[in-house]
């Protein structure tokens, strides 16, 4: 009775342990087969929403810090209509319907992504900051207008290399798995050419949902 009492509690710590393991091979097989219903049920977008909200408006504060003409020239409302930008885009393509549609085309651009693209690239400095300038300039102020001209030239090119990035990007053979926490686990690796970082969390004893992904 003793060994059987031992080696269920074996069993258990062994199910417990090693779950987050296999809920990470689930999402791998998920992304092969393109079924992109199981992973959009993965996702807890109450927490990934904001997570990528924050990532990309901290970014932008970082850019606009090293071009203080441009912070000077569009202020406050250059960077509130950015921020808005990206939030709206993050919306938009942080959905349970969108990101099915991501992965059973395997990142064809859609208008959602194409936005989100946008706001990831308006975050990283790809921004025509001298066309930016004299766009401003010449709108005398009218930040809503040249954000929304700089928004269709940057969806634009990133449109093109979504698609590109595709069906040329490659995938990881073997992501790095690894516990942050007792309740925390980190999928790394890279989706079409992009490294990734997707944080999941236990909820319940096996279960497990991811809450951040952390962006290039």
Do not use: H
């Amino acid at each position: 009775m003793k060994k059987l009492i031992v080696l269920l509690i074996v069993i258990a710590i062994a199910v417990y342990a090693g779950s987050p393991y296999y809920s990470a091979y689930q999402l791998k097989n998920a992304y092969e087969d393109k079924d992109g219903a199981t992973i959009a049920a993965a996702i807890d977008y109450d927490q990934v929403k904001p997570s990528i909200q924050n990532q990309l408006t901290t970014q932008f504060t970082t850019t606009m810090g090293k071009y203080p003409l441009v912070a000077e020239l569009g202020g406050e409302p250059l960077t509130q209509a950015a921020n808005r930008f990206i939030t709206e885009a993050v919306d938009g393509a942080i959905t349970p319907q969108n990101v099915e549609k991501i992965i059973d085309t395997q990142g064809q651009a859609n208008t959602a992504t194409k936005e989100l693209a946008a706001a990831w690239a308006i975050a990283s400095n790809q921004v025509d900051l001298k066309n930016l300038i004299q766009n401003l300039i010449l709108q005398r102020g009218d930040v809503n207008a040249v954000v929304q001209s700089q928004m269709q030239q940057i969806m634009k090119k990133q449109a093109a290399e979504l698609e590109q990035q595709a069906a040329q990007g490659t995938d990881s053979d073997k992501p790095t798995l690894s516990y942050c926490g007792i309740n925390c686990f980190n999928i790394s690796g890279q989706v079409k050419g992009y490294p990734l970082t997707i944080e999941m969390q236990r909820q319940g004893l096996i279960q497990w949902k991811i809450v951040d992904i952390v962006l290039p």
